[in-house]
């Protein structure tokens, strides 16, 4: 049986307005604590359990939610503190970054921290050596790279199946990439997020049953906003719009038919009982 990843970034709804510098979400409250609760619904009603990615910042005030998600079973990992993209840092704000939320979240949950991922998935082929400092701050394993071009951070060329890697201090670090799905030369995003809304369901069935084909195990990613499509609308541009909210309505519903079709668990599972 092939087990595949089964994960999601946990930030405020309006983070990536935030980043844009959009305002206008300051008179709404967040709306994370429901999200959150209606996905640990899901997951009991399907068995399932899951790699829950938060941010640092978030989680500060947030404790009791972490804890939630934890005595449920699932695991609770980083998604480091203030949600920059790893090319807008140097390596010493990245270190003090994922230092800091690793710490936070360990005196939250009293467990150790194994996982990692970047904002937005942000690792890219300019700044492979967060993979460096991940592992010399004990992270065992990240899920920040996106195998492709049709991504702002992608690395085309990047294996697109989860592995060990030797890094160049000397250390290791396990390395669970984003779904795609290969056709020839070309890896189309899929099965997370915005892809998972915008491609019709077959696509990402077919991703993971072409993973699971190689006997890898594949990757479901989301935010809880993307199963909230009642998100308050606020103007921005045409584009990150169509991205922010387009088929909200169809996450669940997507969600729901992978949760039946395959065998999900959290990443540190997969590591710690399959690749170690």
């Known amino acids: 049986m092939i087990y595949n990843s089964l994960t999601f970034d946990v930030e405020d709804w309006y983070q990536g307005f935030i980043y844009r510098g959009i305002s206008g979400w300051e008179k709404y409250g967040s709306r994370e604590s429901k999200n959150v609760q209606r996905i640990l619904g899901l997951l009991y009603e399907y068995n399932t359990k899951a790699t829950f990615f938060v941010l640092g910042s978030y989680a500060e ?17 980083s998604h480091g503190y203030s949600h920059i993209p790893v090319p807008q840092h140097t390596r010493a704000s990245f270190r003090e970054d994922v230092k800091r939320t690793k710490k936070l979240l360990e005196d939250i949950t ?3 921290i194994s996982g990692h991922r970047a904002a937005s998935w942000s690792i890219n082929k300019d700044c ?43 250390g290791e670090i396990y390395e669970f990439p984003a779904q795609v799905l290969s056709l020839g030369n ?32 594949g990757m479901v990613y989301l935010h809880p906003f993307d199963l909230d499509p009642e998100a308050p609308k606020l103007k921005t ?25 395959f065998n999900f668990t959290s990443i540190e599972k997969l590591v710690n009982e399959f690749m170690i």
């Open 61 to 77: 005030n947030n404790h009791e939610e972490i804890k939630l998600i934890l005595n449920a079973g699932h695991e609770i990992a």
């Open 110 to 112: 009293g467990k150790k």
């Open 128 to 170: 492979l050596w967060a993979l460096d400092i991940l592992a010399e701050e004990g992270y065992l394993y990240d899920s920040s790279i996106f195998p492709t071009r049709f991504h702002s951070f992608g690395i085309n060329n990047y294996p697109a199946y989860p592995r060990k890697i030797n890094l160049q201090n000397g």
């Open 186 to 217: 070309i890896k189309i995003p899929a099965a997370g997020g915005f892809f998972m809304r915008a491609f019709p369901y077959f696509i990402s069935e077919l991703s993971i049953k072409q993973s699971q084909k190689k006997e890898n195990p």
């Open 237 to 261: 541009k045409l584009s990150f719009k169509i991205v922010r909210y387009y088929n909200l309505s169809k996450t669940e519903k997507y969600l729901r038919r992978l949760l039946s079709k």
